[in-house]
């Protein structure tokens, strides 16, 4: 890519443009201007333009036609590129660009036209001047391109000789310097807005102080650098290093806000302002002046203004209306920021007499919580005591059941066989009648409990699970026998695991009374424990009702009932298969169900990794 250098020799404008007499709204007075002495030399940078065109006659043609321009002060600086592509990057790269000098015909006979729709759609540039310039103006009608297309000149090359190249670059840069100014003009405005509504903070005196600065460089039509130091009144609380403090800066002075220290600052601007909160006067000088304004709390704000180029008798009464203007505005929040610091002194005392109340409420918090606590353990040892109780009285039940049945057998004709036969069924019914108030007393006693009563903690040793199955088949055998089942065992050898052996076997109790329960008379109960891919899995399967597809999402839930029925008429509380499910669980473990769906039986299991329970 070929960017050419900036066109030296630039030529200063010497001859002065007269002023008039100007009209100020404000208040309705007018003031006469007095002509102007002839301007110093200023600071100015260059006004960029690009020519974009793929013949290179035409750049060193424009380059020569174009020596020696000057406007304001401030000579061009061309650049050069040779093609629509080349012009794309170059463009995306420099934003400061006010002049393109565009052909129209250059790698496609519409290149020019789209990169005008590049430039005004995807750059969203609408202040650079897009003159179009071409050899061919009957491929592209002067009226339908100036239609449909964002430029502001069309000239055909044969046209544009050096006067009228002089004119319609003049006249395009005028157009650029009045749509930045303009755009300079909305933006001040727009921070000044976004501040008003949150003058009561000091963050937004920073952003009112910015916008000041951003409005003064519009308003002036100047390219300048600012910054705004406040100094505190003498009575002011909470002062900053001697009271200084930077409210904003912008330019080349932008480093100070935020800089610690802030102050003092360097020194070629450390006299200026120090000189300016001593006169409190504004002072203008070639290209550094100083406003100063002081607000009715006593408060002092200095502004240095870096400018391009003196200002003139009209822009000095314009900063000058317009600081005496803001002077309301920032006594504002400089108000309200000492009203801020009350109330924190304020609030401190509050926070003070209340600390106690506070502490005092965080006692309370934990003696209810060990209220809970103690509510909720009085209700775990209930429920786990009651569903725990209920499983051996129906041993007891069982048994009495079958001594019931021997007592039957008994083929003696003695009459006093007859009479220690009658009494033996006496007491045994007696046993039977208070087992069965006892587990409805228990099944009452359930139902009270609270919410949570599965917080179970462990006793962990080495438990063979083998041998802890075949414990509980035994003691639920007679059961079984009495509603005519087989418990039936399949047990490996001696399989350990890590774990509780009371909250194991209450688990397995619970799967083997469950099978029973719910099987039908006559049916088998198998009961297994084994090995499996590295897990211990213990499983009761039945030939019950099985399982149905609602039970499915409620199988371990506490105090749930699942579809099928008990086959004796026993009673059910709902809380077996989720104290199983919780025992699992602590144990590292998870319980399962599987079923072939109605008719077909179910099995309930406990699955153990080894490593989950700890077993070498």
């Known amino acids: 890519m070929r960017y050419a250098d900036s066109v030296g020799g630039c030529v200063r404008a010497t001859s002065k443009t007269a002023e008039g007499l100007h009209a100020m709204n404000d208040d309705d007075w ?21 020519v974009v065109d793929d013949d290179p006659a035409v750049h060193e043609g424009t380059r020569y036609a174009l020596a020696g321009y000057s406007l304001d002060g401030r000579g061009l600086d061309i650049l050069s590129a040779y093609s629509a592509q080349e012009a794309r990057a170059l463009l995306a790269e420099r934003r400061d660009i006010a002049i393109v000098l565009l052909d129209v015909v250059m790698e496609t006979d519409d290149a020019g036209l789209r990169l005008v729709d590049y430039i005004r759609r995807e750059l969203k540039e609408e202040t650079v001047r897009i003159i179009l310039r071409t050899g061919q103006p009957g491929q592209a009608p002067e009226r339908r391109v100036i239609v449909d297309y964002d430029i502001n000149d069309y000239k055909a090359k044969t046209e544009l000789t050096a006067d009228k190249l002089f004119t319609s670059l003049t006249a395009a840069l005028r157009a650029y310097q009045q749509l930045r100014r303009l755009d300079e003009t ?17 963050k937004s005196m920073q952003r009112l102080a910015e916008g000041v600065l951003t409005q003064v460089a519009s308003l002036l039509n100047v390219d300048c650098a600012g910054i705004l130091v406040l100094r505190e009144s003498e009575d002011a609380a909470d002062r900053r290093e001697g009271g200084f403090c930077v409210l904003a800066g912008s330019g080349l002075y932008g480093g100070y806000v935020g800089r610690d220290p802030g102050w003092p600052l360097d020194p070629g601007i450390q006299p200026l302002v120090e000189q300016a909160f001593a006169a409190r006067c504004h002072n203008f000088g070639d290209n550094l002046s100083t406003l100063y304004v002081q607000t009715a709390s006593g408060s002092e704000i200095v502004a240095l203004i ?3 180029r003196p200002l003139s008798d009209t822009d000095r009464a314009l900063i000058t209306l317009l600081a005496g203007r803001l002077s309301v505005a920032f006594d504002n929040v400089i108000l309200y920021e000492r009203l801020q610091r009350a109330n924190v002194t304020l609030e401190q005392r509050v926070v003070e007499r209340t600390a106690e109340l506070i502490r005092a409420n965080c006692r309370l918090d934990m003696q ?21 109780l209920k499983n051996p009285l129906s041993v007891i039940l069982g048994r009495s059941e079958m001594l019931t049945d021997l007592i039957g057998l008994d083929q003696g004709d003695a009459s006093g066989a007859e009479k220690a036969q009658a009494a033996m069924l006496t007491q045994v019914e007696h046993i039977r009648a208070s087992a069965t108030r006892l587990i409805d007393m228990i099944d009452s006693l359930m139902a009270d409990a609270m919410n949570d009563a599965l917080d179970i903690t462990l006793r962990r040793e080495p438990v063979d699970l083998a041998g802890l199955a075949r414990e509980v088949c035994e003691a639920n055998r007679p059961l079984a ?6 418990l039936v065992m399949d047990l490996a050898g001696p399989l350990s695991l890590c774990g509780d052996a009371e909250r194991l076997r209450e688990a397995l109790d619970n799967l083997v009374s469950n099978a029973i329960k719910y099987s039908y008379p006559g049916g088998a109960i198998a009961v297994s424990v084994r090995e499996e891919g590295g897990d211990l899995v213990c499983a009761v399967a039945d030939q019950g009702p099985g399982l149905s597809p609602e039970d499915a999402g409620r199988l371990f839930g506490r105090y749930q009932r699942l579809s099928a029925k008990p086959t004796g008429g026993e009673g059910s509380t709902g809380l077996g298969l989720s104290i199983v499910k919780r025992i699992a669980e602590l144990h590292g473990g998870r319980a399962e169900a599987f079923s072939d769906g109605p008719g077909q039986g179910a099995v309930f299991a406990m699955r153990f990794p080894r490593e989950a329970v700890g077993v070498p």
């Open 306 to 308: 870096d400018t391009d």
């Open 481 to 486: 026998e009495s509603k005519g089942q087989s």
């Open 186 to 202: 909305r933006r001040g405005l727009e921070i000044i807005i976004d501040a008003a509504p949150m003058l009561l903070d000091h």
């Open 368 to 388: 209810r919580s060990d209220l809970r606590r103690a509510n909720s353990l009085k209700t775990e040892i209930l429920g786990t005591i009651a569903h725990d």
């Open 30 to 50: 007018l003031e006469l201007i007095p002509d102007e002495a002839a301007e110093a030399p200023t600071r100015a940078g260059t006004w960029t333009i690009a």
